[in-house]
T-cell receptor, first 114, second 114 residues
Framework: AQKVTQAQTEISVVEKEDVTLDCVYETRDTTYYLFWYKQPPSGELVFLIRRNSFDEQNEISGRYSWNFQKSTSSFNFTITASQVVDSAVYFCALSELRDDKIIFGKGTRLHILP | DAEITQSPRHKITETGRQVTLACHQTWNHNNMFWYRQDLGHGLRLIHYSYGVQDTNKGEVSDGYSVSRSNTEDLPLTLESAASSQTSVYFC?????????????FGPGTRLTVT
């Protein structure tokens, strides 16, 4: 069965520090998709990134970067030079091609302190 | 602009009553999903649909039902509301086939069952 673990329930860092959010997944499928979503204090859920299991290239988008490692079943998310606006709950999610359902992790609440 | 809307945004109801939460998307997406969000549980999938007349049970489907009569709408019905169904409910939609693509979420409905 598929599973997503976000072991960090809550993280606090001071503004301008770098922070990494961990995501570990379990799947028996060889084709799967990984996602990150952001939920700011206003409550809406915002898509950040999608990655398929055949593409292990790391991705950078501005201050955001993602490190996908199949060897450790991890898809970690790093925010560089964090800002107060990055304060949110971040969810990692997994979708297996075979099972065709998406499973979300329980989320990591990130506090960026001014 | 295309969007996904939910109504009502807030609802208070009594135990035992039938409640229907509406979800409407204008992206013409095939796939629509209903989640509930509870503290400590993250997002849990209730029901999903991959096209008109298609509905499937998710992780926590007991006590809920959906129907898909057109592309734009996926109403969620609580047959007999229970206090355990007090939660924030999110609807989402996605393009493509199945759950492999990023989902776009509605603003959420906060439901309180007294």
């Amino acid at each position: 069965a598929q599973k997503v673990t976000q072991a960090q329930t809550e993280i606090s860092v001071v503004e301008k520090e770098d922070v990494t959010l961990d995501c570990v997944y379990e799947t028996r499928d060889t084709t799967y998709y990984l996602f990150w979503y952001k939920q700011p204090p206003s409550g809406e859920l915002v898509f950040l990134i999608r990655r398929n299991s055949f593409d292990e290239q790391n991705e950078i988008s501005g201050r955001y970067s993602w490190n996908f490692q199949k060897s450790t079943s991890s898809f970690n998310f790093t925010i560089t030079a964090s800002q107060v606006v990055d304060s949110a709950v971040y969810f990692c999610a997994l979708s297996e091609l075979r099972d065709d359902k998406i499973i979300f992790g329980k989320g990591t609440r990130l506090h960026i302190l001014p | 602009d295309a969007e996904i809307t939910q109504s009502p945004r807030h609802k208070i109801t009594e135990t035992g009553r039938q409640v229907t939460l509406a979800c409407h998307q204008t992206w013409n997406h095939n796939n629509m999903f209903w989640y509930r969000q509870d503290l400590g549980h993250g997002l849990r999938l209730i029901h999903y649909s991959y096209g008109v007349q298609d509905t499937n049970k998710g992780e926590v489907s007991d006590g809920y039902s959906v129907s898909r009569s057109n592309t734009e709408d996926l109403p969620l019905t609580l047959e007999s509301a229970a206090s355990s169904q007090t939660s924030v409910y999110f609807c989402a939609s996605s393009d493509g086939t199945g759950s492999s693509y990023e989902q776009y979420f509605g603003p959420g409905t906060r439901l309180t069952v007294t």
